[in-house]
């Protein structure tokens, strides 16, 4: 169940981010919707990551939920905010997500 809930947490930071991304581009009203749904989603994943460590090991808790919001990140870059999507770029998203399930098998055994 703390795997669910350090995936969720993980997804609660590409939510951050994106938020940000968005803030960045807003202004006014709008401006501070999207400063709001920062705060939310870092709070919410701040949450979820304590909850997770409570079982899972510090590190690879860490590990995994910033591998995640890496690479959910970069993602939603690429979809929604025009940011290369090189060769290399993608072969080093790909390394970091085989690194992140490797985390998972290893700490499993």
């Not at 409570?54 to 995994?64: F, N």
């Amino acid at each position: 169940m703390n795997w669910f809930i350090l995936i969720i947490a993980g997804l609660c930071e590409v939510g951050f981010t994106t938020c940000l991304g968005k803030a960045k581009e807003a202004s006014g009203s709008l401006y501070w919707s999207w400063i709001g749904g920062f705060l939310f989603f870092l709070t919410l994943s701040m949450i979820l990551l304590y909850k997770a460590t409570q079982t899972l090991p510090l590190g690879t808790a860490y590990a995994v939920w910033t591998g995640i919001g890496a690479v959910g990140t970069v993602i939603i870059g690429i979809m929604f905010f025009k940011e290369p999507a090189s060769f290399w770029r993608l072969f080093f998203i790909a390394t970091l997500i085989s690194s992140i399930v490797g985390l998972k098998f290893v700490s499993s055994h």
